[in-house]
């Protein structure tokens, strides 16, 4: 059964700071893994799709590597913004019909 | 660019009333699903649609939850008798073509069972 876990769970950082968020997955054998953003209580907003035959995708500032044979993927995001407080979600599928199995979460905040 | 949409927004029921949660999904997609999100827990999934049948559905959707695709552009889900544990966030998301394809989340509707 695949599970997904996201550490930290927490992240405080000043504004500019480059940052990792971590997310680790326990069966390798996945299609891709997408990272969303969430904010207070809003829906989930996709940020990067990475294919399993890919080792990272970038968008903006925000760039995605993904190492299945070791169950992680990695979210940096660089000089860090206030704007970018929420939480970041990954998800990896899983089953024929390509539901998504979430993690729990990492919640950002920017100090300015 | 086309976006899944969701109504209500927020809505109120009382335990043990039927209620209604509607999602436009992007229109060229073909894969429907639903997942739910208690307050500080994860998203999980629900059930999933395509071919105007289930396709998988989790040990959450028991025989109190159903979806229809009642026309071309609306997929519901519906709740039969509410109980206070199904107060949570709901959204609804759409894919291409289902697995190993991006999917777009609905804003959610977030459901009150009192």
């Known amino acids: 059964k695949q599970e997904v876990t996201q550490i930290p769970a927490a992240l405080s950082v000043p504004e500019g700071e480059n940052l990792v968020l971590n997310c680790s997955f326990t069966?390798?054998?996945?299609?891709?893994l997408q990272w969303f953003r969430q904010d207070p209580g809003k829906g989930l907003t996709s940020l990067l799709l990475?294919?399993?035959?890919?080792r990272e995708q970038t968008s903006g500032r925000l760039n995605a590597s993904l190492d299945k044979s070791s169950g992680r993927s990695t979210l940096y995001i660089a000089a860090s913004q206030p704007g970018d407080s929420a939480t970041y979600l990954c998800?990896?599928?899983?089953?024929?019909?390509?539901?998504?199995?979430f993690g729990q979460g990492t919640t950002l905040q920017v100090k300015p | 660019e086309p976006e899944v949409t969701q109504t209500p927004s927020h809505q109120v029921t009382q335990m043990g009333q039927e209620v209604i949660l509607r999602c436009v999904p992007i229109?060229?997609?073909?894969?429907f699903y639903w997942y739910r999100q208690i307050l500080g827990q994860k998203v999980e999934f629900l059930v999933s649609?395509?071919?105007?049948?289930?396709?998988?559905k989790s040990e959450i959707f028991d025989d109190q939850f159903s979806v229809e695709r009642p026309d071309g552009s609306n997929f519901t889900l519906k709740i039969r008798s509410t109980k206070l544990e199904d107060s949570a966030m709901y959204f609804c998301?759409?894919?291409?073509?289902?697995?190993?394809?991006?999917?777009?989340f609905g804003p959610g509707t977030r459901l009150t069972v009192l």
């Open positions: 229109s060229n997609h073909l894969y």
């Open positions: 649609f395509y071919n105007n049948e289930i396709s998988e």
């Open positions: 998800a990896v599928p899983s089953g024929n019909t390509g539901k998504l199995i």
């Open positions: 069966d390798s054998a996945i299609y891709n």
């Open positions: 990475i294919q399993s035959s890919q």
């Open positions: 998301a759409s894919s291409l073509r289902g697995l190993g394809y991006e999917q777009f």
